[in-house]
């Protein structure tokens, strides 16, 4: 029987709030597992959940920061804080929302954290009165504007932190954003105007959030790490935007193996100066897909090539596939459209890549995955 058809179980506790409360901590299970598994804790609207860092991402950007003191302009659930409060001797947690405010203030109570000052007022309210400077400051921008839209423009955020800017480096020398994924990096480099640092955090090859390290006065070459957080391990890349412009890729048709990267590095754009890095070879220009003879480590997936051919009509039709894993790549048509026409349904052992080779021919391959 549901809790909410229930009579009071707790006294003082509704049967709606315990429902709220069991529902919230079970999306922490997995995303925080430090608050899941402390008895004592007290959760926000399961939306709060959705939208905090979660601790892998969270203990991450910890290790960006260094200094005495931090101000979170937008504390939330306050995750970020914790996490923060363990690099950092003094961690000022700010948020608007009362309610959210306390109950992130008792959570770090019952977390022993000592060196967390939450405090219920606009960040900006706070740096404007008073006279501290901070080592750093960190703003994670709400990506709901204020009919609670999605959006992922930071112009479009609350707070708008590129109107803020001059303002914010006025209180500290060093700022930390985390913005959508969706951002694009030219756009956030015009509007940001001093980034150091753009990081690409990925978990389980989907990326979670852009991490911008904003330097006052910085003027030099942006640099780009990615971190993919998989199952068996960590997947790190990095490299400066500039060398990725001046790279000539090393073209090479279909060999042995397969190499598709994962998803921080195909956001970072680093499609050419990764052939620089690792004995691979770009099947063209467009097509971000790698081979080689022998088989190497690589971050993103590996796939053994059992037979590459041309796409046509009748090289289709020998296929002879009833289920398989589709990827395009600089291919003129959908997946869906191609389990259409080839009558092949989702899944399987066997993966078909249909994709561009160097020589400007649509070709298909068929792959294993090692």
């Known amino acids: ?86 690099k950092t001797a003094c961690v000022w947690h700010c948020e608007i929302n009362q309610k959210l405010s306390e109950i992130a203030g008792y959570n770090f109570k019952v977390l022993g954290k000592k060196n967390i000052e939450t405090v219920t007022k606009n960040g900006f309210d706070i740096l404007k009165e008073s006279n501290q400077n901070f080592d750093w400051i960190y703003v994670d921008p709400s990506r709901r504007n204020e009919i609670k839209e999605k959006v992922f423009l930071l112009t479009d955020c609350i707070p708008n932190v590129p109107t803020h800017l001059t303002f914010l480096l006025e209180k500290s020398k060093h700022i930390l954003i985390k913005t959508s994924p969706l951002l694009d990096f030219s756009i956030g480099i015009k509007e940001l105007r001093f980034v150091k640092e753009i990081h690409v955090v990925a978990v389980k090859n989907e990326v979670k959030e852009l991490l911008w390290v904003i330097e006052k006065g910085y003027s030099g070459k942006v640099h780009i790490k990615t971190i993919n957080f998989g199952n068996s391990g960590e997947e790190i890349f990095a490299f400066y935007m500039s060398n990725e412009k001046e790279a000539v890729p090393d073209l090479g048709v279909p060999s042995t193996y397969l190499y598709e990267p994962n998803v921080a590095i195909l956001k970072s754009g680093a499609f050419k100066i990764i052939t620089d890095r690792f004995p691979i070879k770009k099947l063209h220009r467009h097509t971000h897909l790698y081979t080689s003879e022998t088989l190497i480590d690589f971050p993103g997936r590996r796939f053994k090539i059992e037979e590459a051919m041309p796409f046509n009509k009748k090289t289709a039709q020998k296929l002879k596939v009833q289920k398989a894993n589709i990827t395009i790549r600089n291919f003129p048509k959908s997946v869906s459209n191609l389990r259409k026409q080839l009558k092949i349904k989702d899944g399987g052992a066997v993966y078909l890549f249909f994709t561009k080779d160097m020589n400007e021919n649509h070709v298909i391959l068929r792959c294993s995955k090692v």
């Open 1 to 86: 029987m549901s809790v909410l058809l229930k009579k009071e179980v707790f006294e003082g506790i509704s049967p709606k709030e315990l429902a709220e409360q069991i529902e919230a901590k079970k999306k922490c299970r997995e995303k925080l597992p430090t608050w899941f598994n402390t008895a004592n804790i007290y959760y926000p609207n399961k939306l709060h959940i959705e939208q905090t860092s979660s601790e892998i991402t969270a203990q991450y950007k910890a290790e960006i920061i260094n200094g005495k003191s931090l101000l979170d302009l937008t504390g939330g659930f306050g995750v970020d804080s914790f996490f923060f409060s363990e």
